[in-house]
């Protein structure tokens, strides 16, 4: 056995301790950081090979881990952009040169120029919906994935394209004259009016007539606010229901079902489909229920976001546009994953390569909006840790003196 592998023994488990008392102090420093993954230092030993009258000391070696699928507890918050994944998965998140991360740290908030951005001023990703559905994902990359911008959400108008009409037309009401026009101003049984909206977000008042022309038989006009007819008298505004007990009042089944307007609006016009196909003839008075798309240009008021990651923006005026849905991503090994300063985390060949996706598919979890995932560091585990490397410490330092104070035992030997 070697004196000076004694001492040597001595300062590889002062090395050791010294790295866990680092990842301690490192969590201790940390325990109040949002969405933050403890550390943990664990210890192997390293054997050299002996023989039978002596024996060799090795050393110990240490490996640094994080428990990054670990969760944090959930800190609630007054504020809609602050977010928490409930399950598998991080947020998806961009630097200022592109590249991007994982992270866990959901405390998001609108920038000067409308981006979202967390504390460390990574930009949150997702992808554009505002022109219907999420697009192709790439399932092993960040394709398609835009920076969120809520400023992107104000001031923007659509033209109203459809409307769906649920409506019930009373059966005991009185049969009409039916002149040219059986349905108008003129001559009709009720009245009701639905707003639309044209290119630049103005809006149009339609008027809508109802006239009973025959039994179960009704004729529909549309009129703009000229009180000009926009729809041509004849079938296609002619509507039948089928009273059997088959049909229970809907609409018959050879019954037209839908209209199709070109909507004048000063110099253009827009095309609207008035979807009436749940309309029925039952025993109550008139009722007109409609749904409009499009809106007209307004502020936004305030930004809320659902489970499935869908952030919509509620404008002044009370129009909700869903404009963005937030991505969420995952690898095969979570818990090697790279940290990086911001804690942020980048892939690696342990951890896998990412996967890309919503909230609520391929095994992701949800997001919780108004809260914020607290890091999992037990502060009084923390503390025991670092009594218990403060020990381990100053038991090496002693073995590596008693192995200097052999030493010059020996070196005095020949004095």
């Known amino acids: ?103 866990r740290a959901g405390a998001f908030v609108p920038d000067s120029t409308g981006n979202l951005v967390n504390m460390a001023g990574f930009q949150l990703m997702g992808y554009n ?28 108008a659509s033209a109203s394209t459809k409307a769906t009409v649920a409506a ?3 059966p005991s009401a009185a049969i009409v004259a039916a002149p040219a026009t059986p349905a108008g101003p003129g001559n009709y049984t009720s009245k009701t009016s639905m707003v639309t909206y044209d290119n630049i977000g103005n809006p149009i008042t339609l008027d809508v007539y109802a006239a009973k022309t025959a039994a179960d038989t009704w004729d529909i006009e549309v009129y703009d606010p000229t009180g000009a007819m926009i729809t041509t008298p004849g079938p296609a505004t002619t509507f039948t229901f089928d009273v059997t007990a088959a049909g229970k009042g809907a609409l018959a089944a050879a019954s037209t079902k839908t209209m199709s307007l070109t909507v004048p609006s000063g110099t253009t016009s827009f095309p609207l489909t008035i ?28 930004v809320n976001i659902d489970s499935k990651g869908v952030v919509t923006a ?4 009370g129009t909700q546009l869903p404009s963005f849905q937030i991505a969420l991503a995952t690898v095969p090994s979570p818990d090697h994953l790279t940290p990086e300063v911001g804690n942020v985390y980048s892939t690696n060949l342990e951890s896998g390569t990412v996967q890309v996706d919503v909230a609520g598919k391929s095994g992701l979890g949800t997001i919780q909006s108004g809260a914020l995932e607290d890091s999992n560091v037990d502060l009084a585990d923390e503390l ?8 381990g410490f100053t038991a090496n330092s002693k073995s590596f003196q008693t192995g200097a104070d052999l030493l010059d035992v020996v070196v005095n030997l020949k004095r």
């Open 1 to 103: 056995m070697s004196l000076y592998g004694v001492m040597r023994t001595g300062v590889s488990g002062m090395n050791a301790q010294s790295n866990k008392l680092s990842t301690v102090s490192d969590n201790i420093a940390n325990v109040n950081t949002t969405g933050y993954k403890r550390a943990s230092t664990e210890f192997s030993s390293l054997i050299l090979k002996s023989g039978s009258g002596n024996y060799d000391s090795g050393a110990v070696e240490t490996t640094v881990r994080y428990a990054i699928t670990d969760p944090g507890n959930l800190q609630f918050t007054t504020s809609t952009t602050d977010l928490a994944v409930q399950g598998n998965g991080f947020f998806v998140v961009q630097d200022a040169n592109g590249s991007n991360f994982l992270t």
């Open 129 to 156: 919906i505002q022109n219907g559905a999420v697009p192709n994902t790439s399932a092993n990359g960040f394709g398609n994935l835009q920076v969120i911008n809520v400023n992107q959400m104000a001031l923007q």
């Open 168 to 170: 019930n037309l009373d």
């Open 275 to 302: 979807d009436l196909s749940a309309m029925t003839q039952v025993a109550s008075s008139f009722d007109f229920k409609a749904t409009v798309d499009g809106n007209a240009p307004s502020a936004v008021e305030k």
């Open 314 to 317: 509620v404008l002044k005026n």
């Open 384 to 391: 025991t840790s670092m009594i218990e490397a403060q020990r």
